[in-house]
C-alpha cells in the first residue's frame, strides 16, 4: 500500500473536501488493495474511520491549541493535523514520536515544508496536554459538552435531548461511537448440514462470529478483512443486513400469516427497495411463492438489487426502475402488503456511515419530510383493503418517525396495529404500541424505526 499515512491523508481530502461518501471511499480503497498487508489495511480504515467518528472534538482540540483556526488552514494541512490528533489521543500503540514525525514529513513532500514547523508545534503541543485539554463544562452547557466528547452537531444534540432527554441521548451518543460488528442474515432454507458447513468455514478464518440475540439467522462478523472474501458469500449463502432491517420482515411476514390464505396469494411491494435486503428477507420467507416487486428510483440502485437477487438466488422477486412519488395506476390495491422504507435522515446509521452527521442539516429536515408525506400519499392506495403498510426509517427523529405516523394515520384509511407479537422477546415489551424505535446503545441494532399499519376494509383510494 505504500505510505499508509499518505494514503490516509488522500482518502480524508477526498472524504472531507471534496464530499465524496466515506463508506466509499473507503471500501474502494480496501478493495484495490485487497491482497496488500492485513495490518496496513486495517491502520488505514482504523485511522480514516476514526478520524471521521471524532472530527468534532478533533476540531476543537486543534482550534484550542492552534492559532490558526481549522476553517483557515490550508485542506492538506488541517486534514494532515486532524489524522495525527487521531493518533496521538486515541491509538496509544503508535508512539508521539512517530506520528508526529511522520506529519513533519508528510507536509513536506506534499509541497508545504514552509508548514512543517507549524505542523510540529501543534502537535508536540497537544501531546504534551492532552491530559488536560480544556472541554467545556457540562455543567455550564450540556449541549456543548456532549457535543465536543461525542463528535455530533449541537443542533442535532439539541434536539435529541428535546426528544429523548439528556440520559438517552448520551447513551445513544456513547453507542454510535462502539465498535460495530457487521450484521449478516443467513439463508433460512439451508439445510442443517450446509449451515453446521459455513459454520466452520467461517470458525477457520480469522474473523469472530457471534450469534445475535435477537434472531436465531442472524449473526454478527467482526474482524472481516472484506465480507465478499468470506465463505458462502459467492455461493449466496448470506447476506449482510441490520438486524433491525430483519426485523421488518419479521414484523410483515407474522402479519400475512395472520391473515390466512396460501402463501402463493401474496403480494408484496417494496417501493424504495435497494441494495434490497428486506426484498430478499421477504421473498426467502414465503419459500420462493407469492410475488415481491422490489423498486428503486434508478437504474444504478435497482442493478444493486438485481446483483443480490442473482447471488442469492431468489425466483419468486422482480426488480424495477419506478419513482414512489408517481402513482402507478396498475398497482392500486394490489398488496397485501407494501414496504414504505423512505429515505431519511439516516441518523440511525451513523455509526457505520460517519460523516453523515457532517453533512447532515437542520434545515434540510423539512425537505426530507415533504418527500416522506409525498410518497406516502401516493402508495396507500397500493394495498388492499385489510392490507398492510409498513413503514421504516433507518433514523432516530421523530418528526420523521412517530409524528409522520401520526399524520399518516389522521388522513388516510389506516389503523395502527400491535407489532409485539412479531418481536423477539427482548423487544415485545417495546413493541406493544404500532411503533418500535431502536436506539444504537440502547438495543443492539443500529437506530431504527418500524411501524405497521392495516388498511380499514372500507378504506377507498380516492
Not at 491509538?91 to 506520528?99: D, G, K, L, N
Amino acid at each position: 500500500m505504500g505510505n499508509t499515512r499518505e494514503l490516509i491523508l488522500d482518502m480524508l481530502m477526498e472524504i472531507l473536501e471534496k464530499g465524496s461518501y466515506s463508506h466509499l471511499v473507503i471500501r474502494d480503497v480496501l478493495d484495490k488493495y485487497n491482497y496488500s498487508d492485513p495490518r496496513d489495511k486495517s491502520l488505514v480504515k482504523r485511522v480514516t474511520e476514526g478520524t471521521l467518528e471524532r472530527l468534532i472534538q478533533i476540531d476543537y482540540i486543534l482550534d484550542t491549541f492552534s492559532k490558526v483556526p481549522v476553517s483557515k488552514m490550508k485542506p492538506l494541512i488541517r486534514n494532515l493535523l486532524r489524522m495525527s490528533v487521531y493518533q496521538l489521543l486515541f491509538m496509544e500503540s503508535i508512539p508521539a514520536s512517530a506520528v508526529i514525525n511522520e506529519a513533519v514529513k508528510l507536509s513536506g513532500k506534499r509541497g508545504l515544508k514552509g508548514l512543517s514547523g507549524f505542523v510540529n508545534g501543534v502537535l508536540r503541543n497537544i501531546e504534551r496536554e492532552k491530559e488536560r485539554i480544556p472541554y467545556p463544562e457540562r455543567d455550564k452547557d450540556a449541549v456543548k459538552y456532549l457535543s465536543v466528547q461525542y463528535s455530533m452537531p449541537e443542533w442535532l444534540v439539541y434536539k435529541w435531548i428535546d426528544a429523548y432527554g439528556q440520559e438517552k441521548t448520551q447513551r445513544v451518543l456513547e453507542g454510535l461511537l462502539q465498535e460495530r460488528p457487521v450484521s449478516v442474515r443467513l439463508k433460512e432454507s439451508l439445510g442443517e448440514k450446509e449451515k453446521e458447513g459455513w459454520i466452520s468455514a467461517m470458525q477457520k478464518t480469522k474473523v469472530h462470529l457471534k450469534k445475535h440475540p435477537y434472531l436465531s439467522y442472524a449473526y454478527e462478523i467482526s474482524g472481516a478483512e472484506g465480507i465478499r472474501n468470506l465463505p458462502g458469500f459467492a455461493e449466496g449463502y448470506f447476506t449482510v443486513q441490520d438486524v433491525s432491517s430483519m426485523l421488518v420482515t419479521e414484523a410483515a411476514v407474522g402479519t400475512m400469516e395472520e391473515d390466512g390464505g396460501a402463501p402463493e396469494e401474496k403480494m408484496v411491494l417494496d417501493v424504495c427497495a435497494a441494495p434490497g435486503g428486506k426484498s430478499m428477507h421477504i421473498a426467502e420467507k414465503l419459500n420462493g411463492t407469492g410475488k415481491v416487486i422490489a423498486r428503486d428510483l434508478s437504474e444504478y440502485k435497482v442493478s444493486l438489487i438485481r446483483d443480490n437477487i442473482g447471488r442469492m438466488g431468489y425466483a419468486n422477486i422482480e426488480a424495477q426502475v419506478a419513482d414512489a412519488r408517481q402513482f402507478d395506476q396498475e398497482m392500486r390495491g394490489w398488496a397485501d402488503l407494501v414496504l414504505a422504507d423512505l429515505p431519511c435522515s439516516g441518523f440511525g446509521s451513523m455509526g457505520k456511515k460517519r460523516d453523515i452527521k457532517y453533512r447532515a442539516r437542520e434545515e434540510a429536515l423539512e425537505e426530507l419530510i415533504l418527500l416522506q408525506r409525498r410518497i406516502l400519499d401516493t402508495i396507500w392506495q397500493y394495498v388492499k383493503p385489510g392490507g398492510v403498510l409498513l413503514y421504516s426509517t433507518c433514523t432516530m427523529n421523530p418528526d420523521e418517525n412517530e409524528h409522520m405516523v401520526e399524520w399518516f394515520l389522521e388522513h388516510y384509511p389506516f389503523t395502527p396495529e400491535d407489532l409485539s407479537p412479531f418481536l423477539p422477546d427482548a423487544l415485545k415489551e417495546e413493541g406493544r404500541s404500532s411503533m418500535l424505535q431502536l436506539f444504537p446503545g440502547i438495543h443492539k441494532t443500529d437506530g431504527f424505526f418500524l411501524a405497521r399499519l392495516r388498511r380499514k376494509e372500507d378504506g377507498k383510494a380516492d
